[in-house]
């Protein structure tokens, strides 16, 4: 008996990952961070009017939920966002939990339009960056990145704007990084950051 429940629990499981891939999945639900574990200040993302407002000390908040049981190897993942004047964020992808600092692991996809870092919004941080801003503070925006073997793709409100291969370069001003698997992670970069995130969405790919 003990026997055909895991093996039932095994076919849900194996059964739910692959429903999903191919499939646009809502990673926020509009209520609270559950499926999200926050990191050292996690004061610094709260909850309001249905969307994420990021604003504190550093922190990061890193999905941990039940979507392809937060590991993530090739995907498309689109974050619609607005930035406040002077605001540093970023996306983390193949990333994992970390209770303090910057995540050791995974590429940092940039978010900043006015922060003093000339590292602007879609750059894969440090290893292949964007000096150009495609939106202003203030508005809604898209920020879609595509994932898959050794290619992260960066676009904005649907324009390309960063194709970075792994397999042409590999090191960075913060070492070396390589595409492997992992979860996913949202930003906070400082305490005059303020940066809003409404939906976080992300399709499992082969």
Do not use: C
Not at 10 to 19: C, K, R
Not at 143 to 152: A, L, P, R, S, Y
Not at 172 to 191: E, N, R
């Amino acid at each position: 008996m003990k026997r055909s429940i895991l093996v039932l629990a095994l076919f849900f499981s194996f059964s739910s990952l692959f429903a999903q891939t191919g499939e646009w999945v809502e990673l926020f639900n509009g209520k609270n961070l559950d499926g999200w574990k926050l990191s050292e200040n996690p004061t610094s993302f709260q909850v309001e009017d249905g969307v994420i407002k990021v604003a504190g000390p550093r922190a990061h908040a890193f999905y941990v939920g039940e979507v392809g049981n937060s590991e993530f190897k090739n995907f498309e993942l689109i974050v619609e966002l607005k930035t406040m004047p002077k605001a540093n964020s970023g996306i983390f992808i193949h990333t994992e939990y970390q209770e303090n600092g910057w995540p050791n692991r995974g590429y940092e996809i940039q978010v900043n339009q006015s922060h003093s870092d000339w590292r602007k919004t879609g750059s894969v941080y440090s290893f292949q960056d964007v000096r150009e801003t495609f939106v202003e503070d203030g508005e809604w925006y898209t920020e879609h990145v595509i994932v898959q073997g050794d290619q992260i793709t960066v676009k904005v409100n649907g324009q390309v704007i960063n194709e970075y291969d792994e397999s042409e370069v590999r090191e960075g001003d913060l070492g070396s990084k390589k595409l492997s698997s992992g979860t996913i992670a949202l930003q906070a970069h400082d305490p005059e950051s303020v940066i809003y995130y409404r939906s976080v969405k992300i399709k499992l790919l082969e």
